[in-house]
Nanobody
Framework: QVQLVASGGGLVQAGESLTLSCAGPERTFSRSTMAWWRQAPGKDREFVARIGWDMESTFYAWDVKGRFTISRSRSNAKETIYLQMNTLKSEDTAVYLC?????????WGQGTQVTVSS
């Protein structure tokens, strides 16, 4: 079973930064557009950012544009997607997950919790 494993979350103060990582097999994801999603308590899952397989084309949700940066790398047969999050706000508190874009149900993992205290 192919898995995408997210990590890097934690508890931070508003205004601080975090970098999230999400890793999966290169053979499965190297030609896929990959994205970060997030789900806050009591809310629907929402799109955060995506990056093309070319590692260059990116797109961001309006409320993270200019604060978050998505990137990806390939090494040791692993595809890793990163999310650099700066100037975090309390409204960024959520479980962050990665998946293809559009997402496939089989690839949803546990995600990583990000909690921003104000």
């Amino acid at each position: 079973q192919v898995q995408l494993v997210a990590s890097g979350g934690g508890l931070v103060q508003a205004g601080e930064s975090l970098t999230l990582s999400c890793a999966g097999p290169e053979r499965t994801f190297s030609r896929s557009t990959m994205a970060w999603w997030r789900q806050a308590p009591g809310k629907d899952r929402e799109f955060v950012a995506r990056i093309g397989w070319d590692m260059e084309s990116t797109f961001y949700a309006w409320d993270v544009k200019g604060r978050f940066t998505i990137s990806r790398s390939r090494s040791n047969a692993k595809e890793t997607i990163y999310l650099q999050m700066n100037t975090l706000k309390s409204e960024d508190t959520a479980v962050y997950l990665c998946n293809t874009d559009p997402p496939l149900n089989e690839y949803w993992g546990q995600g990583t919790q990000v909690t921003v205290s104000s």
